[in-house]
């Protein structure tokens, strides 16, 4: 039996379809392992009901939730106040409630962050010259989160070479980006953005499970640069094997799924958990 209290924090996870979401196993493994008073639950929210439902948390006091596809741009619009991420995404993964306000936030940029600190302490971001493959919503929270660790230069590589320059546009008007130069490479041109990276991600869904595979040649990149997938099913994708083989440092996206969802978790049950093996297991496990 699950034990509540008058004080039991509650959030949850919604999407539409939401049985695939890890995000129920990682919170409640946290939520066991550090006894905390809690409950994280699932919701499968049709887009007509999102409004209702985030009122509804609201009004019943859930601490917050977080928000899958198709609901994070939606979310967007309807939370109260937004972070300076969320802005820059467009999109909205985590929020956060207090006194019936919706708080957005977009975690994935940080999480991307702090996966890269745990395993690479060493790698500082400051001067590196970074290149990011994809432009959709993933890589425009880890984008706003790199230049925020004052990377030296930022490179988008993406399908849509339109895309691409909404992005640039947006990340202008956001203030304290104004300066930032933001380099935009046709998909046809990207070996030239190779030869001086320090560090690639990708950020596309190229590679994952049910996917087309991510066609890029990295043969030309330099032996210490660190090559990151923000996909972790597969763990190791072709990106990342080909990389490891070719003497790369290699980054995989389950850090990232941990930490993304760690701020919602420190936020709603005022604990800071760590990440160990158990959980990492837990989340691979099919
Ligand atoms: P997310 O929120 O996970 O970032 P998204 O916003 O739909 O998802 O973005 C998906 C990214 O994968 C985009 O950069 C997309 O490129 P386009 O902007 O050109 O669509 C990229 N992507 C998806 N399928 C792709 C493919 N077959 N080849 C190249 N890029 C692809």
Same mark, same amino acid.
């Given at each position: 039996?699950?034990?509540?209290?008058?004080?039991?924090?509650?959030?949850?996870?919604?999407?539409?379809?939401?049985?695939?979401?890890?995000?129920?196993?990682?919170?409640?493994?946290?939520?066991?392992?550090y006894?905390?008073?809690?409950?994280?639950?699932?919701?499968?929210?049709?887009?007509?009901?999102?409004?209702?439902?985030?009122?509804?948390?609201?009004?019943?006091?859930?601490?917050?939730?977080?928000?899958t596809?198709?609901?994070?741009?939606a979310?967007?619009?309807?939370?109260?106040?937004?972070?300076?991420?969320?802005?820059a995404?467009?999109?909205?993964?985590?929020?956060?409630?207090?006194?019936?306000q919706?708080?957005?936030?977009?975690?994935?940029?940080?999480?991307?962050?702090?996966?890269?600190?745990?395993?690479?302490?060493?790698?500082n971001l400051t #001067? +590196?010259?970074?290149?990011?493959?994809g432009?959709? $919503?993933?890589?425009?929270? !880890?984008?706003? %989160? /790199? =230049? *925020?660790?004052?990377?030296q230069?930022?490179?988008?590589?993406?399908?849509?070479?339109?895309r691409?320059?909404?992005?640039?546009?947006?990340?202008?008007?956001?203030?304290?980006?104004?300066?930032?130069?933001?380099n935009?490479?046709?998909?046809?041109?990207?070996?030239?953005?190779?030869d001086?990276?320090?560090?690639?991600?990708?950020?596309t869904?190229?590679?994952?499970?049910?996917?087309?595979?991510?066609?890029?040649?990295?043969?030309?990149?330099?032996?210490?640069?660190?090559?990151?997938?923000?996909?972790?099913?597969?763990?190791?994708?072709?990106?990342?094997?080909? #990389? +490891?083989?070719?003497?790369?440092?290699?980054?995989? $996206?389950?850090?990232?799924? !941990?930490?993304? %969802? /760690? =701020? *919602?978790?420190?936020?709603?049950?005022?604990?800071?958990?760590?990440?160990?093996?158990k959980?990492?297991?837990?989340?691979?496990?099919?």
């Amino acid at each position: 039996m699950i034990p509540i209290s008058d004080q039991t924090k509650n959030a949850a996870v919604i999407g539409d379809p939401i049985s695939h979401s890890l995000s129920p196993r990682l919170h409640n493994y946290l939520i066991n392992k550090y006894k905390v008073d809690g409950l994280y639950l699932a919701f499968k929210v049709a887009p007509e009901n999102l409004n209702l439902c985030l009122k509804s948390f609201a009004k019943i006091g859930l601490r917050g939730c977080n928000v899958t596809i198709p609901h994070k741009e939606a979310a967007f619009k309807l939370c109260h106040h937004l972070s300076s991420t969320a802005l820059a995404t467009k999109a909205v993964n985590t929020i956060i409630i207090k006194e019936e306000q919706l708080y957005g936030d977009n975690s994935d940029g940080a999480g991307f962050i702090e996966n890269l600190k745990e395993n690479y302490p060493q790698f500082n971001l400051t #001067a +590196k010259k970074v290149v990011v493959i994809g432009a959709g $919503g993933a890589s425009r929270a !880890i984008c706003f %989160a /790199l =230049i *925020g660790q004052k990377i030296q230069s930022l490179t988008i590589v993406n399908r849509s070479l339109q895309r691409s320059q909404i992005l640039v546009e947006d990340f202008q008007k956001i203030s304290g980006l104004e300066n930032f130069q933001i380099n935009i490479c046709d998909w046809p041109n990207y070996q030239s953005t190779l030869d001086d990276c320090d560090l690639l991600i990708n950020t596309t869904s190229l590679g994952m499970k049910n996917m087309p595979e991510m066609t890029i040649d990295i043969s030309n990149l330099k032996k210490s640069a660190l090559v990151a997938d923000i996909i972790y099913k597969p763990l190791i994708t072709d990106l990342l094997k080909i #990389a +490891k083989q070719n003497g790369h440092p290699i980054l995989t $996206g389950i850090g990232m799924l !941990i930490h993304q %969802a /760690l =701020i *919602g978790f420190e936020a709603w049950f005022e604990t800071k958990p760590q990440v160990d093996q158990k959980l990492i297991n837990l989340l691979l496990d099919d």
